[in-house]
T-cell receptor, first 111, second 113 residues
Framework: GQQLNQSPQSMFIQEGEDVSMNCTSS?????WLWYKQDPGEGPVLLIA?????ELTSNGRLTAQFGITRKDSFLNISASIPSDVGIYFC???????????FGGGTRLMVKP | EPEVTQTPSHQVTQMGQEVILRCVPI?????FYWYRQILGQKVEFLVS????????KSEIFDDQFSVERPDGSNFTLKIRSTKLEDSAMYFC???????????FGAGTRLSVL
């Protein structure tokens, strides 16, 4: 099946720093999504990307759908303690509805 | 704000027992999904369901698994004879339409002893 490689696996940063994480795949995806998961909770959608090259912002978060449709990145600017959590990318193929998730990036923010 | 609700939040069962995990999708959503997440690993797709039938399923979703929409609001996942390796968080999700955003519930933690 499809695989999404997400990096880095974890990040430990100082409050106020910017963060960048990305996902790559050998398959072309039609949709890229970024979710955040807090401990004991389900994934919560942050940003959805539908077109190659699309750059979308949601507050301090910015994500881009790669031109090749095989990658995406998420940036968080001026991180705050509540940004702590696990961030997952997810891709959706043109055919079908299932989401394929990356391995997650665990973000830790030091106040 | 409408949300997907799952019960119970934690289910403990003995190996070989049947379990039913319950979900109430968002009321106007037509597509329903189950995913699972083994501790420390990525979220994995199990099955999608539309119009009272399975539309997609993964290799994980074998004969031990089944899904049902027994009434107009509930969506259930049944594991017929649980194994130790079925221990995981199980997430239900729903979407309005095909290719629409999937909203996730908080999950049910299944512990098989």
């Amino acid at each position: 099946g499809q695989q999404l490689n997400q990096s880095p696996q974890s990040m430990f940063i100082q409050e106020g720093e910017d963060v960048s994480m990305n996902c790559t795949s050998s398959s072309i995806f039609n949709t890229w999504l970024w979710y955040k998961q807090d401990p004991g909770e389900g994934p919560v959608l942050l940003i959805a990307l539908y077109k190659a090259g699309e750059l979308t912002s949601n507050g301090r978060l910015t994500a881009q759908f790669g031109i090749t449709r095989k990658d995406s990145f998420l940036n968080i600017s001026a991180s705050i303690p509540s940004d702590v959590g696990i961030y997952f990318c997810a891709g959706q193929l043109e055919a079908g509805n299932m989401l394929t998730f990356g391995g997650g990036t665990r973000l830790m923010v030091k106040p | 704000e409408p949300e997907v609700t799952q019960t119970p939040s934690h289910q403990v069962t003995q190996m070989g027992q049947e379990v039913i995990l319950r979900c109430v999708p968002i009321s106007n959503h037509l597509y329903f999904y189950w995913y699972r997440q083994i501790l420390g690993q990525k979220v994995e797709f199990l099955v999608s369901f539309y119009n009272n039938e399975i539309s997609e399923k993964s290799e994980i979703f074998d004969d031990q698994f089944s899904v049902e929409r027994p009434d107009g609001s509930n969506f259930t996942l049944k594991i017929r004879s649980t194994k130790l390796e079925d221990s995981a968080m199980y997430f239900c999700a729903s979407s309005v339409r095909l290719k629409n955003i999937q909203y996730f519930g908080a999950g049910t933690r299944l512990s098989v002893l």
